[in-house]
């Protein structure tokens, strides 16, 4: 088990969203951090809020180090890495958080498009992965926290990039569990599930470029915040709790393990039933 008080933890895609809320709870639990973004005004209004509140929280104040980075460069992540283990000697936490959206079929998504995203959201996490490794297989015991998505388990129409993508971070990250756990190495791994969280990932979506109807991104844009009911601060309060009881998988929202056990049951025909309940949910919503 690896305990948040005392712990130094590096933490990517801090400057908005999920994980700024995840660098902010860390930090109320007496975790150092490396938080990381290519957002730098961003990172750092996220290290003032960790100063705010913990002031306020009346808890020690957390040493926090500010990184530019750009997830989609091996060498900045590498960097990062150096610079983090240097500031943090005992950093043994690693959050490979940092993600984009493309919204389009796949016939309208260019492939230099879909590579941006894989760079992103995939690479991004393997770089980030094993730049860390040697620190962390220093420390007594250390946890990577890879971050999917529920599209890592279910697949609709129109993210065939960012499934494709999420599908693989699962992967990769269920097999280097089992690597780990094999070699008896001090580092845990969790693969976490989000379903819809209130972020701006989707206003801050790419279009595919052969998407020529604004109206649809609208439209995704408004259903995606109609249904994104678990808030990034509970999203970070459920991955910190898998952490400490060393989950392997970690699904967040009652969407997500519903969707999660919907696949289970209906491998093949899941998206019929989800189609269905996404058209009520948006009407309903809409009604309001």
């Known amino acids: 088990m690896t305990a948040i008080s005392g712990s130094a933890a590096a933490v990517t895609g801090a400057a908005s969203g999920i994980g700024r809320a995840l660098a902010h709870e860390l930090a109320l639990r007496g975790c150092d951090l490396a938080i990381a973004d290519r957002d730098e005004a961003g990172l750092q209004a996220t290290a003032a809020e960790i100063a705010k509140a913990t002031g306020i929280a009346k808890v020690s104040a957390r040493k926090v180090t500010v990184h530019r980075l750009d997830v989609s460069e091996p060498g900045e992540i ?6 983090a283990g240097a500031a943090h000697p005992t950093l043994n936490i690693v959050v490979n958080n940092a993600g984009v959206a493309l919204l389009g079929q796949f016939d309208e998504i260019e492939q230099a498009q879909m590579e941006w995203l894989f760079n992103i959201n995939f690479w991004g996490v393997v770089h980030g992965t094993r730049a860390f490794l040697p620190l962390l297989s220093r420390q007594r015991a ?5 971050i999917s998505s529920i599209f890592g388990i279910i697949a609709p129409p ?4 960012y499934c494709a993508a999420k599908f693989a971070v ?6 280097l569990r089992h690597e780990l756990a094999v070699a008896n190495s001090p580092i845990k791994l969790s693969v976490v599930h989000p379903g819809g969280v209130a972020t701006n990932i989707a206003r801050n979506s790419r279009t595919g470029a052969g998407v020529t109807d604004n109206a649809r991104r609208v439209q ?44 289970r049951f209906r491998p093949g025909t899941y998206w019929k039933v989800l189609q269905r309940q996404i058209e009520k949910a948006t009407a309903k919503v809409a009604a309001s």
């Open 78 to 83: 590498a960097a990062f890495a150096e610079a």
């Open 142 to 146: 250390a946890h990577i926290v890879n």
């Open 220 to 263: 995704s844009i408004e259903r995606f915040e109609a249904l994104a009911r678990t808030t990034p601060t509970a999203a970070a309060q459920r991955i910190i709790t898998g952490i400490e009881k060393n989950q392997p998988r970690i699904l967040i929202g009652n969407d997500a393990r519903f969707m999660d056990l919907l696949q």
């Open 170 to 175: 699962r992967g990769f990250s269920e097999s």
């Open 158 to 161: 129109g993210q065939s990039a």
